[in-house]
């Protein structure tokens, strides 16, 4: 009974906490892959010019490494600022990028929000768990009576065969 706890226990954890782990790895290698393009000249380099009042609103995931426009992320090769100008020398990490909407909507397929709504937590994790792990169907288990020895008579030697386990029948429909 405790396995079976300890095993449900760690398959909610996961559940709720795993993707966080299995989408940062994801994350690392596509950050390898945008650094080896970069360094080797591969991909879409684009250079990008910005005004000062627009370079201060740009959505920074990593201060002067990455940042998101369009929902784009781009990653940062250079930076030049000549007069009120900002020219930048940019990646555009498209691998990354789908990750990153990947994991925004699982995160909205298993944490939904109701806007108007006040959320009950507690109702929220139940329902998800209820939605996942329960059954689309109604099962039936049938009573399959047991057998205990069976004996078969030959005909022509006049003896019997006992048979120690009882003999499985599949559950009736």
């Known amino acids: 009974m405790r396995t079976i706890a300890v095993t449900l226990l760690i398959a909610l954890i996961y559940y ?4 966080r782990l299995v989408y940062s790895l994801i994350i690392h290698g596509a950050k390898e892959d945008a650094s080896f393009a970069i360094e080797h000249k591969q991909g879409i380099i684009k250079e990008l010019d910005f005004s000062s009042a627009e370079y201060a ?17 781009f990653d940062i090769i250079s ?8 020219i930048l020398q ?4 498209k691998n ?21 709504k ?4 507690a109702e929220t ?6 939605k996942e792990y329960t059954p689309p169907g ?21 003896t019997s065969t006992q048979v120690k386990k009882p003999i499985w029948h599949p559950p009736a429909c």
């Open 16 to 19: 709720f906490a795993g993707y």
């Open 57 to 73: 609103l740009l959505k920074w995931t990593d201060k002067d490494k990455e940042f998101s426009l369009n929902d784009q992320l």
């Open 79 to 86: 930076i030049q600022q000549i007069g009120g100008k900002y």
């Open 90 to 93: 940019v990646y555009a990490d």
């Open 96 to 116: 990354e990028t789908r990750w990153v909407k990947a994991l925004n909507t699982f995160i909205k397929g298993i944490f939904p929000t109701h806007p108007g």
């Open 118 to 121: 006040g959320m009950d937590n």
């Open 125 to 130: 994790l139940s329902s998800a768990l209820q």
């Open 138 to 158: 109604h099962v039936r288990v049938g009573l399959v009576p047991e057998t205990k020895t069976v004996q078969y008579a030959d005909t022509q030697s006049h």
